[in-house]
Nanobody, 121 residues
Framework: QVQLVESGGGLVQPGGSLRLSCAAS????????MGWYRQAPGKERQLVAT???????NYADSVKGRFTISRDNAKNTVYLQMNSLKPEDTAVYYC???????????????WGQGTLVTVSS
């Protein structure tokens, strides 16, 4: 069984910064893409950013230039550095990873439990 555990959420003022972390643990053979998604109240979950095992990144237009995704393959961990935060960034942020276990012949999507980010003065 594989678990993703997020940390780093909280309350921050507009213009401030936060760094989210997500560590994968359990029976892991390899991890393909990792990413962050967010869901604001009353809205659907949406992509924030993804990073491939090789380090290629993809961002939602709304966060380009403000957020940076990175990963440490040795630690099975993905990060999201969020700068110049805006009230509209308020949401529950979810970590996602495509994980292959030793017993599985394919990659499966695994989700974290979510961490709340609130941007407010």
């Amino acid at each position: 069984q594989v678990q993703l555990v997020e940390s780093g959420g909280g309350l921050v003022q507009p213009g401030g910064s936060l760094r989210l972390s997500c560590a994968a643990s359990g029976s892991i053979f390899s991890i393909n893409d990792m990413g962050w998604y967010r869901q604001a109240p009353g809205k659907e979950r949406q992509l924030v950013a993804t990073v491939t095992r090789g380090g290629s990144t993809n961002y939602a237009d709304s966060v380009k230039g403000r957020f940076t995704i990175s990963r440490d393959n040795a630690k099975n961990t993905v990060y999201l550095q969020m700068n110049s935060l805006k009230p509209e960034d308020t949401a529950v942020y979810y970590c996602n990873a495509e994980v292959r276990t030793p017993a599985s012949g394919r990659y499966l999507a695994v989700w974290g439990q979510g961490t709340l980010v609130t941007v407010s003065s």
